[in-house]
C-alpha cells in the first residue's frame, strides 16, 4: 500500500529588493491539511481520524519445545530460546530496527516493546530493546494460550490421551483441559490492541498528533487470534494464520479522536527472518 508522506519544508530564503521598495507583508501560514496529515488514503472519515499506529507482532525465536514439537503454552515460564532461536531473535531485532529505515519507509520507526511474560518471549524483546535502544514492557495479555492439561506434549500424545479434543479445540469448540480456548486468546490479545490505540489517540490529542511504532512480542496462537479478530473472522478459521518462529506481522491502527477504532490494516503476516 502506498501511504502519503508529508514533505520536507524547504527553508525559506529571502530575496533582495530594490532600495526604497516596502517588502510585501509574509502570507499567513497554511493550517495543516489532511494531504499533510493522512497517512493512508483508504480509511474511512480521514477528517475523524488521528495518525496512523503501526503494531508490529513478532513471534519469539524457536525453543527446544519448538523444535520437539511440543505443546508450550502460559502454564509454565519457561522453555528460554534455544541457540538457534537466539540467532532468530537477533534477526528479527534487527528487521524491526530497519522499518521507516531501509524497508517499510512509509512506516513509523518502531520505539517501544511489549512482550508477553514468558521466559522466550522476553528474550526475543530484549534483542529488539536493545537494537531499538527501547525497554521491555510486560503485558499479560499477550501471552501464549494456556494448553493446560497438555502442556508438553505432542500433538499424537494429545489424541491417544484426549481423542479428537486437540483437533476441536483448534477449531475453537472447547478449551484446552484446565486451558483456554483460541476465542479467550483473542479477546486478551485484542483488548491490548484497543488500549493501545486508545493511548495513541489519547497522545495526538493532547498536541502530538503523529504516526507512531510498537513492537508486540508474543506467541503463535496469540498472534495469529488477535489477526482472525482483526479480519473478523471466525475463530474456527484462525488455525489457517501461521507466524513462524521469529516472524514479523504488521498492522496499522486507524483510531478516532475518542480512541475507538475505525479500521484496522493488515499490512504483512509472518514475514519470515532471513
Known amino acids: 500500500m502506498s501511504d502519503a508522506q508529508v514533505e520536507p519544508t524547504v527553508p525559506h530564503r529571502p530575496h533582495r529588493l530594490p532600495e526604497g521598495t516596502?517588502?510585501?507583508p509574509e502570507a499567513p501560514a497554511e493550517p495543516p491539511t489532511l494531504q499533510t496529515r493522512v497517512q493512508s488514503p483508504f480509511s474511512p472519515n480521514e477528517e475523524d481520524l488521528v495518525s496512523p499506529l503501526t503494531l508490529v507482532l513478532v513471534r519469539h525465536g524457536v525453543t527446544e519445545m519448538t523444535t520437539s514439537r511440543r505443546m508450550s503454552g502460559s502454564g509454565v515460564p519457561g522453555p528460554a530460546?534455544?541457540?538457534p532461536g537466539r540467532v532468530q531473535a537477533a534477526r528479527a531485532a534487527d528487521l524491526v530496527y530497519g522499518m521507516g529505515r531501509r524497508a517499510w519507509t512509509q512506516l513509523p520507526h518502531v520505539t517501544r516493546v511489549l512482550a508477553s511474560p514468558m521466559v522466550r518471549t522476553q528474550e526475543t524483546a530484549a534483542a529488539v530493546g536493545r537494537r531499538i535502544g527501547a525497554h521491555v514492557e510486560t503485558e499479560e495479555g499477550l501471552k501464549e494460550v494456556d494448553f493446560g492439561a497438555w502442556e508438553g506434549l505432542t500433538v499424537a500424545e494429545i489424541v491417544e490421551r484426549d481423542g479428537e479434543a486437540i483437533h476441536r479445540w483448534r477449531q475453537a469448540e472447547l478449551a484446552a483441559p484446565e486451558g483456554e480456548s483460541i476465542d479467550q486468546v483473542g479477546e486478551r490479545g485484542y483488548a491490548v490492541v484497543r488500549r493501545l490505540a486508545q493511548e495513541h489517540a489519547a497522545a495526538c490529542m493532547a498536541g502530538r498528533d503523529l504516526p507512531r511504532g510498537i513492537a508486540l512480542v508474543s506467541h503463535a496462537v496469540a498472534i495469529k487470534s488477535i489477526v482472525g479478530t482483526v479480519l473478523g473472522m471466525?475463530?474456527?478459521?484462525?488455525?489457517?494464520?501461521w507466524p513462524s518462529p521469529a516472524s514479523t506481522t504488521v498492522?496499522?491502527?486507524r483510531a478516532r479522536y475518542d480512541g475507538s477504532i475505525a479500521e484496522t490494516h493488515v499490512l504483512a503476516v509472518g514475514v519470515p527472518v532471513e
Open 81 to 83: 530460546l534455544s541457540a
Open 234 to 241: 471466525d475463530p474456527s478459521r484462525w488455525g489457517a494464520i
Open 22 to 24: 516596502d517588502p510585501e
Open 251 to 253: 498492522l496499522q491502527v
